[in-house]
Structure formats: structure tokens, C-alpha cells
């Protein structure tokens, strides 16, 4: 089992920045890839960014080059840098780890809106 705790989610103006935290404990060994899913209201959970334990990254188009995914091995946990928000980023965000035999675990979940 792998549990994951997420920090850092808020309310910011537009063009503003946040950084999320997504902590891992329990089973990490089995952790291979680590990211971040949103779901907006009436909208289906979607992939923000994705990182490997090798550090290979993949971005949704929708925020390459404003967001950055990051992982610290020696510290179980994974970030996201988000910068030049849109109200368009406006969802829950949630964090993901995947397990080398296909086992997704999720977090609770941190509230990040994006209003003036």
C-alpha cells in the first residue's frame, strides 16, 4: 500500500503561482511513476504532468511551460511549480503514483482555484 498527502493548494489571482506537494509513504519501493491528475467541476479527471524515477517528464499541452514537475527520490515526494495560473486551472488536483506492476494510488485531493 502507498499513501500519498498533498499540500499547498489555495486561492490565487490570475497570473499568479503555487506550488503543490504530494508526499509518499508506506510501499515507496514499488513507486515508479508519480504525477498529477485535476477534475474541474462537470469536467473528467485529467493528466497535468507526470515524472518517472528516472526523472523522465510528460506534460498535458495545456500547461507546458507554465507548470514543472519535480521529485525528490531521497524525500518520497513529488511537487508541482505552477505558474502564470488561468482561471482555466481552476480544479481539485490530485496526486498519482503508480506502482512497476500497474497499481495506481491516489491522494485526498487539494483545492487550487484561480479568481480575482
Known amino acids: 500500500q502507498v499513501q500519498l498527502v498533498e499540500s499547498g493548494g489555495g486561492l490565487v489571482q490570475p497570473g499568479g503561482s503555487l506550488r503543490l506537494s504530494c508526499a509518499a509513504s508506506?510501499?515507496?519501493?514499488?513507486?515508479?511513476?508519480m504525477g498529477w491528475y485535476r477534475q474541474a467541476p462537470g469536467k473528467q479527471r485529467e493528466l497535468v504532468a507526470h515524472?518517472?524515477?528516472?526523472?523522465?517528464?510528460n506534460y498535458a499541452d495545456s500547461v507546458k511551460g507554465r507548470f514543472t514537475i519535480s521529485r525528490d527520490n531521497a524525500k518520497n515526494t513529488v511537487y508541482l511549480q505552477m505558474n502564470s495560473l488561468k482561471p482555466e486551472d481552476t480544479a481539485v488536483y490530485y496526486c498519482?503514483?503508480?506502482?512497476?506492476?500497474?497499481?495506481?494510488?491516489w491522494g485526498q485531493g487539494t483545492q487550487v482555484t484561480v479568481s480575482s
Open positions: 498519482n503514483a503508480q506502482t512497476v506492476i500497474g497499481h495506481h494510488y
Open positions: 508506506g510501499s515507496i519501493f514499488s513507486i515508479n511513476v
Open positions: 515524472i518517472t524515477k528516472g526523472g523522465s517528464t
